[in-house]
């Protein structure tokens, strides 16, 4: 049994602001983005990415708008210095994009990070350590005042290193990490402490990034703690306050969101959420959540299948089906309600309006993606999918009755299946059902002559295997062929569409209609070029379809019994 968490687990304490502001704000722009794909997100892989494969991704980042990338751990790996170098030295580097690197708090390592970069227009150096009270505890054995000597130090090596170097613009990111389970004095005591012994101030800011190195709380917790840093950080107009969420309690976005309404300028994350253990913040879910609620995020995922598969190649990662906004599966609907009210969202949509189309929170078309797979039929579809697919793919618009007659076609043939149908399927079955005579079709109908003034017909038939001619009158082809069938047959709905446009474009003429002795009504179809025929057919349909439906007292007779 699992253990009780009173007796195992401490919550997180919650923070002492009782004005606190952010729960009523909006997020109103985009904050700065710092992808950590080439250095968080690859060290999650189960094989980091060479170099060729970091350069692909490093290409689309920046396509995507990134202006700041955070690009290795160079002091870690050669593969990364190596990178890095090759970034520098090849000139491959936009000018309007900051690459950043990362280093432990250790000197060496310090000093073969500042080697790894020197020489780039711009340099963002990312230094941390972790300052949680179980890290002071049980990995460093210090208190918090050696914790802050340890940062002033090397602060220092680094801003002694940095200021012999002064082509390059240099910027210090300095994190606490494990800060959301740090108390908010230390924090703020660790962060001053970099700021300070940085000189940060005017022309020199200083980002101060705050991480979810392990997310431990509720998100509104995490809101809190930034802020509570947010008020109480100083010179704060020359700090950027940055968020690092990680995912592990699985709303990293939401933090990341509620975070920005709390004070954050900045958001460090992954494409689609990678990075260690459960992942960092995903930033394409964050970003396009904004775009959903009216705020450009200034990064590009117009064509987001691209960037999806760009992203899995480079990290072997696939993207989940399900993977908001990016899964393949994230615009398909199967349940009927849900396809019904698809189909009468699209319908209504106008062009020049807001987004308003039920269970389409953004319109797939501003991420690339088509309308094809929005409305897929399995067994768990209903009539609105299937027409939906059939009017967009076939140009057949069933009438409502028909909807409902014809998706319990579709059942059937879904369960028996138990899979999944495509538009041509679903076309296929239609003409199986209505457009084409069964094999033992009580009538089949192989030609039709109109009077000159279309009050007559003469149809040449076959019925019960006899071939036959039969005449009718009638004011109309559809009333002429009842009447020369001679069937106790009602028409109840008639209508006629074009299918396709042009000299291809074919005449679908649908009829309901009832017959004596057979309960409810049901439906016929036909198509042809010229209207009489496709109206023929329809009939010849309808009808074939009621005999077939007969009691079987009266289909031991003949059909006209």
Same mark, same amino acid.
């Given at each position: 049994m699992i253990a009780k968490p009173a007796t195992k687990y401490q919550p997180i304490a919650p923070v002492a602001l009782p004005d606190r502001q952010w729960p009523t704000r909006n997020i109103t722009r985009a904050p700065v983005w710092l992808s950590t794909d080439l250095r968080d997100g690859n060290q999650a892989l189960f094989e980091p990415m060479n170099g060729e494969r970091k350069m692909k991704l490093f290409h689309e980042l920046v396509r995507?708008?990134?202006?700041?990338?955070?690009?290795?751990?160079?002091?870690? !790996?050669?593969?990364?210095?190596?990178?890095?170098?090759?970034l520098i030295d090849e000139n491959l580097i936009p000018d309007d994009v900051t690459i950043m690197v990362m280093t432990q708090s250790r000197e060496d390592l310090i000093a073969r990070t500042v080697e790894a970069v020197k020489g780039a227009p711009r340099a963002i150096v990312h230094l941390y350590n972790a300052t949680a009270p179980a890290w002071r505890r049980i990995v460093f054995g210090m208190n918090v005042t050696q914790v802050m000597q340890l940062i002033a130090h090397h602060v220092g090596y680094l801003k002694q290193l940095t200021d012999t170097q002064p082509e390059t613009q240099?910027?210090?990111? #300095? !994190?606490? $990490?494990?800060?959301?389970a740090t108390e908010l004095s230390v924090s703020l005591k660790a962060c001053q402490t970099a700021i300070a012994t940085w000189n940060a101030g005017p022309g020199r800011p200083i980002i101060i990034n705050l991480p979810t190195t392990v997310e431990n709380a509720t998100?509104?917790?995490?809101?809190?703690?930034?802020?509570?840093?947010?008020?109480? =950080? *100083?010179?704060?107009?020359?700090?950027?306050? *940055?968020?690092?969420?990680?995912?592990?309690?699985?709303?990293?976005?939401?933090?990341?969101?509620?975070?920005m309404m709390a004070g954050a300028d900045r958001v460090e994350g992954c494409l689609f959420g990678n990075g260690e253990r459960c992942g960092?913040?995903?930033?394409?879910?964050?970003?396009?959540?904004? #775009?959903?609620?009216?705020?450009?995020?200034? =990064?590009?995922?117009?064509?987001?299948?691209?960037?999806?598969?760009?992203?899995e190649e480079c990290t072997a990662l696939p993207v989940h089906p399900r993977h908001p906004y990016a899964g393949d599966l994230v615009f398909t609907a199967f349940s009927g309600s849900h396809q019904d009210a698809i189909k009468k969202g699209f319908a209504a949509q106008d062009p020049n309006a807001l987004w308003e189309v039920p269970y389409l929170p953004i319109d797939p078309a501003d991420l690339g993606r088509t309308y094809d797979s929005v409305i897929r039929v399995n067994s768990q579809s209903g009539k609105g999918g299937i027409a939906f697919l059939l009017e967009r793919e076939h140009g057949v618009v069933m009438p409502r009755r028909m909807q409902v007659e014809f998706s319990a076609v579709v059942q059937r043939q879904t369960d028996a299946s138990e899979g999944e149908m495509t538009g041509d399927a679903l076309w296929e079955l239609f003409?199986?059902?209505?457009?084409?005579?069964?094999?033992?079709?009580?009538?089949?109908?192989? !030609?039709?002559?109109?009077? $000159?003034?279309?009050?007559?017909?003469?149809?040449?038939?076959?019925?019960?295997g006899a071939r036959q001619t039969l005449r009718g009158q009638g004011n109309g082809p559809i009333a002429a062929t009842v009447d020369a069938l001679g069937l106790p047959l009602r028409v109840d709905h008639y209508e006629e569409r074009a299918t396709g446009t042009g000299a291809n474009a074919q005449a679908l003429a649908i009829v309901e209609a009832a017959m004596e002795g057979v309960a409810g009504s049901t439906f016929g179809a036909g198509s042809s070029h010229n209207i009489v025929t496709a109206s023929v057919q329809a009939i010849m349909s309808v009808a074939n379809r009621l005999v077939a439906r007969r009691p079987a007292r009266q289909q031991a007779n003949s059909t006209f019994a």
């Amino acid at each position: 049994m699992i253990a009780k968490p009173a007796t195992k687990y401490q919550p997180i304490a919650p923070v002492a602001l009782p004005d606190r502001q952010w729960p009523t704000r909006n997020i109103t722009r985009a904050p700065v983005w710092l992808s950590t794909d080439l250095r968080d997100g690859n060290q999650a892989l189960f094989e980091p990415m060479n170099g060729e494969r970091k350069m692909k991704l490093f290409h689309e980042l920046v396509r995507i708008g990134f202006k700041e990338i955070e690009v290795g751990f160079p002091a870690a !790996s050669q593969t990364d210095f190596d990178f890095v170098r090759r970034l520098i030295d090849e000139n491959l580097i936009p000018d309007d994009v900051t690459i950043m690197v990362m280093t432990q708090s250790r000197e060496d390592l310090i000093a073969r990070t500042v080697e790894a970069v020197k020489g780039a227009p711009r340099a963002i150096v990312h230094l941390y350590n972790a300052t949680a009270p179980a890290w002071r505890r049980i990995v460093f054995g210090m208190n918090v005042t050696q914790v802050m000597q340890l940062i002033a130090h090397h602060v220092g090596y680094l801003k002694q290193l940095t200021d012999t170097q002064p082509e390059t613009q240099w910027t210090l990111q #300095y !994190s606490p $990490e494990t800060f959301s389970a740090t108390e908010l004095s230390v924090s703020l005591k660790a962060c001053q402490t970099a700021i300070a012994t940085w000189n940060a101030g005017p022309g020199r800011p200083i980002i101060i990034n705050l991480p979810t190195t392990v997310e431990n709380a509720t998100p509104n917790v995490f809101a809190d703690q930034i802020e509570w840093m947010d008020r109480h =950080l *100083s010179p704060r107009e020359h700090i950027v306050l *940055s968020v690092h969420p990680h995912n592990d309690r699985g709303t990293g976005v939401a933090a990341a969101e509620l975070a920005m309404m709390a004070g954050a300028d900045r958001v460090e994350g992954c494409l689609f959420g990678n990075g260690e253990r459960c992942g960092n913040v995903d930033i394409v879910t964050l970003a396009l959540n904004m #775009y959903t609620q009216g705020v450009h995020p200034n =990064l590009d995922f117009s064509d987001i299948t691209s960037v999806a598969r760009i992203a899995e190649e480079c990290t072997a990662l696939p993207v989940h089906p399900r993977h908001p906004y990016a899964g393949d599966l994230v615009f398909t609907a199967f349940s009927g309600s849900h396809q019904d009210a698809i189909k009468k969202g699209f319908a209504a949509q106008d062009p020049n309006a807001l987004w308003e189309v039920p269970y389409l929170p953004i319109d797939p078309a501003d991420l690339g993606r088509t309308y094809d797979s929005v409305i897929r039929v399995n067994s768990q579809s209903g009539k609105g999918g299937i027409a939906f697919l059939l009017e967009r793919e076939h140009g057949v618009v069933m009438p409502r009755r028909m909807q409902v007659e014809f998706s319990a076609v579709v059942q059937r043939q879904t369960d028996a299946s138990e899979g999944e149908m495509t538009g041509d399927a679903l076309w296929e079955l239609f003409q199986a059902t209505y457009l084409r005579a069964p094999a033992q079709a009580a009538i089949v109908c192989h !030609s039709h002559r109109l009077d $000159e003034d279309g009050q007559g017909i003469e149809l040449d038939v076959t019925i019960d295997g006899a071939r036959q001619t039969l005449r009718g009158q009638g004011n109309g082809p559809i009333a002429a062929t009842v009447d020369a069938l001679g069937l106790p047959l009602r028409v109840d709905h008639y209508e006629e569409r074009a299918t396709g446009t042009g000299a291809n474009a074919q005449a679908l003429a649908i009829v309901e209609a009832a017959m004596e002795g057979v309960a409810g009504s049901t439906f016929g179809a036909g198509s042809s070029h010229n209207i009489v025929t496709a109206s023929v057919q329809a009939i010849m349909s309808v009808a074939n379809r009621l005999v077939a439906r007969r009691p079987a007292r009266q289909q031991a007779n003949s059909t006209f019994a």
